[in-house]
């Protein structure tokens, strides 16, 4: 792809619609929503609480877990199989990581944070706005945190670098779409989640990762606007 | 909250929600759910909030019915909707979910399983309905029972490409329901009937019957719950509660399809 303008008209960096509210889920400690162009996440905090079986707690820190998962009718082709597969558990593990980095798991010492990320509808980057959604279920739960997680997949599409892939640039062949999910602390820039699927040089990698960063930081506007928002409503009850 | 409130709450005729005992909470379908679906809806029963959704395959015909489709219901309790569900296998709680709503559906043939034959004997449609709760605030089976149909009702083939289905692309033929089998819970706790429970009265529940009613009054499915037995007499309360009730729903869903 060499002309100005991508699949669906973005500019190259530009995220697709982003849509973040909290509050989805009534009986969860924490929850939001997180929508990435047609990809919809859920997520939902239950915790700190306690963890059984037993010989699971950790007297030193809290546990975290998530839970990744596609209702059996969100994907764009056949139905999802219902259950955990190799894919929906790795995608879990990386967000675990991506979110403790940024949790005080000290203060839960022997007790359990879950968080469940459910998607009713998927377009490519699921478990970016994934982690989108769980970072502000998380702080809506009155988690202690250092700062929220925000994450975008950025590609190479043909031969330029272009943010947020949409399904239809995901899919491209002859070449292949790079892509490449990242996730950033939004004050500090580092890095807690960083994956790849295809071929990159070291500097068009580089390049990619300072793209991404700086579409985190529009995403983490976002999500601190609709923080503020429940926050607002709240103060009026 | 105890049984013993619960109890009280309903000795004054009021429940603690402020509802009468057969009065449903607020009920809204909504169709936003997943544009990926063939169909979904969305129930909203108060803060119960649930979403089903159909997604078509292709498949070969059982051989026994050769020039019949195939559906298949199953219900997920995601842990997300209520700190006590948890991951893994279906429980028991689900299966009968998904079979009670599969129950009314198919007995009440409201689906022409023969128009989801493409080629007897080798090709026919599989249609797989997938219930989910986001919120469970009680009463999931009535719930389900609606977004189910809802689905059903709104779904759009997509095409078809030799053998291969094209599911970027929706046809305009959907299912038709010749009948509406809606599934309405009536709950007995002591010897006030109530519909509609809320997560806190569901503990207190002694024995349900969710009683599945077409149009014209008559019954397609039937399932008793609960630790505690029923007299004929209760049964019989129960189903003409559920009846009317049904009307309601029956009503609602009406309108909220209407122009899908």
Same mark, same amino acid.
């Given at each position: 792809?060499?002309?100005?303008?991508?699949?669906?008209?973005?500019?190259?960096?530009?995220?697709?619609?982003?849509?973040?509210?909290?509050?989805?889920?009534?009986?969860?400690?924490?929850?939001?929503?997180?929508?990435?162009?047609?990809?919809?996440?859920?997520?939902?905090?239950?915790?700190?609480?306690?963890?059984?079986?037993?010989?699971?707690?950790?007297?030193?820190?809290?546990?975290?877990?998530?839970?990744?998962?596609?209702?059996?009718?969100?994907?764009?082709?056949?139905?999802?199989?219902?259950?955990?597969?190799?894919?929906?558990?790795?995608?879990?593990?990386?967000?675990?990581?991506?979110?403790?980095?940024?949790?005080?798991?000290?203060? %839960?010492?022997?007790?359990?944070?879950?968080?469940?990320?459910?998607?009713?509808?998927?377009?490519?980057?699921?478990?970016?706005?994934?982690?989108?959604?769980?970072?502000?279920?998380?702080?809506?739960?009155?988690?202690?945190?250092?700062?929220?997680?925000?994450?975008?997949?950025?590609?190479?599409?043909?031969?330029?670098?272009?943010?947020?892939?949409?399904?239809?640039?995901?899919?491209?062949?002859?070449?292949?779409?790079?892509?490449?999910?990242?996730? %950033?602390?939004?004050?500090?820039?580092?890095?807690?989640?960083?994956?790849?699927?295809?071929?990159?040089?070291?500097?068009?990698?580089?390049?990619?990762?300072?793209?991404?960063?700086?579409?985190?930081?529009?995403?983490?506007?976002?999500?601190?606007?609709?923080?503020?928002?429940?926050?607002?409503?709240?103060?009026?009850? | 909250?105890? #049984?013993?409130?619960?109890?009280?709450?309903?000795?004054?005729?009021?429940?603690? #929600?402020?509802?009468?005992?057969?009065?449903?909470?607020?009920?809204?379908?909504?169709?936003?759910?997943?544009?990926?679906?063939?169909?979904?809806?969305?129930?909203?029963?108060?803060?119960?909030?649930?979403?089903?959704?159909?997604?078509?395959?292709?498949?070969?015909?059982?051989?026994?019915?050769?020039?019949?489709?195939?559906?298949?219901?199953?219900?997920?309790?995601?842990?997300?909707?209520?700190?006590?569900?948890?991951?893994?296998?279906?429980?028991?709680?689900?299966?009968?979910?998904?079979?009670?709503?599969?129950?009314?559906?198919?007995?009440?043939?409201?689906?022409?399983?023969?128009?989801?034959?493409?080629?007897?004997?080798?090709?026919?449609?599989?249609?797989?309905?997938?219930?989910?709760?986001?919120?469970?605030?009680?009463?999931?089976?009535?719930?389900?029972?609606?977004?189910?149909?809802?689905?059903?009702?709104?779904?759009?083939?997509?095409?078809?490409?030799?053998?291969?289905?094209?599911?970027?692309?929706?046809?305009?033929?959907?299912?038709?329901?010749?009948?509406?089998?809606?599934?309405?819970?009536?709950?007995?706790?002591?010897?006030?009937?109530?519909?509609?429970?809320?997560?806190?009265?569901?503990?207190?529940?002694?024995?349900?019957?969710?009683?599945?009613?077409?149009?014209?009054?008559?019954?397609?499915?039937?399932?008793?719950?609960?630790?505690?037995?029923?007299?004929?007499?209760?049964?019989?309360?129960?189903? #003409?509660?559920?009846?009317?009730?049904?009307?309601?729903?029956?009503?609602?869903?009406?309108?909220?399809?209407?122009?899908?």
């Amino acid at each position: 792809m060499t002309s100005s303008k991508r699949l669906d008209g973005r500019g190259f960096e530009e995220t697709r619609e982003i849509e973040a509210k909290i509050g989805i889920v009534k009986r969860a400690d924490g929850s939001a929503m997180f929508r990435m162009g047609k990809t919809v996440a859920y997520a939902a905090v239950y915790g700190p609480r306690d963890l059984y079986p037993k010989f699971l707690q950790n007297p030193e820190k809290g546990i975290m877990r998530c839970n990744y998962n596609m209702m059996p009718f969100s994907g764009q082709g056949e139905r999802v199989r219902p259950g955990p597969s190799r894919r929906s558990r790795e995608i879990g593990m990386v967000t675990e990581k991506a979110l403790s980095s940024v949790v005080n798991l000290d203060e %839960f010492k022997n007790a359990v944070v879950d968080v469940f990320i459910e998607f009713p509808q998927t377009d490519a980057g699921s478990r970016c706005t994934g982690i989108c959604a769980a970072a502000l279920a998380l702080a809506d739960a009155g988690i202690t945190m250092k700062d929220l997680v925000a994450a975008v997949a950025v590609g190479k599409v043909g031969d330029r670098l272009a943010v947020d892939l949409s399904y239809e640039e995901e899919a491209l062949k002859d070449p292949d779409t790079t892509d490449i999910p990242m996730a %950033f602390v939004p004050s500090t820039g580092e890095i807690v989640l960083l994956q790849m699927d295809g071929i990159i040089s070291k500097d068009e990698l580089m390049e990619a990762i300072e793209l991404g960063k700086n579409a985190c930081k529009k995403l983490n506007e976002i999500q601190v606007a609709a923080l503020k928002k429940k926050f607002e409503v709240d103060k009026n009850e | 909250m105890s #049984d013993n409130h619960i109890l009280k709450n309903l000795e004054s005729g009021t429940r603690f #929600d402020g509802r009468k005992l057969l009065e449903y909470r607020k009920i809204e379908i909504k169709f936003d759910v997943s544009v990926n679906a063939e169909g979904a809806a969305r129930v909203i029963l108060g803060d119960t909030e649930v979403l089903a959704g159909v997604k078509v395959e292709m498949g070969t015909p059982y051989p026994d019915i050769p020039e019949e489709g195939v559906l298949m219901v199953g219900a997920e309790l995601l842990p997300m909707s209520n700190p006590d569900f948890e991951s893994g296998p279906p429980s028991i709680h689900a299966i009968e979910l998904a079979r009670v709503v599969d129950r009314g559906i198919r007995e009440s043939k409201c689906v022409d399983f023969k128009k989801l034959c493409i080629t007897p004997n080798e090709k026919v449609w599989t249609v797989c309905l997938d219930l989910v709760p986001v919120n469970d605030d009680g009463d999931l089976l009535d719930a389900f029972g609606l977004a189910g149909l809802a689905a059903l009702k709104t779904m759009k083939f997509p095409k078809v490409d030799g053998d291969k289905i094209d599911y970027h692309e929706k046809t305009s033929a959907g299912i038709e329901l010749r009948n509406l089998p809606i599934p309405v819970t009536v709950c007995k706790i002591d010897k006030y009937f109530i519909v509609d429970p809320s997560n806190e009265e569901e503990p207190a529940i002694e024995a349900r019957l969710t009683v599945t009613s077409l149009e014209d009054g008559s019954l397609c499915a039937l399932q008793k719950g609960g630790d505690k037995p029923l007299t004929s007499e209760d049964i019989s309360t129960m189903v #003409d509660i559920a009846i009317e009730k049904g009307k309601e729903l029956r009503r609602v869903f009406e309108s909220a399809t209407k122009h899908r």
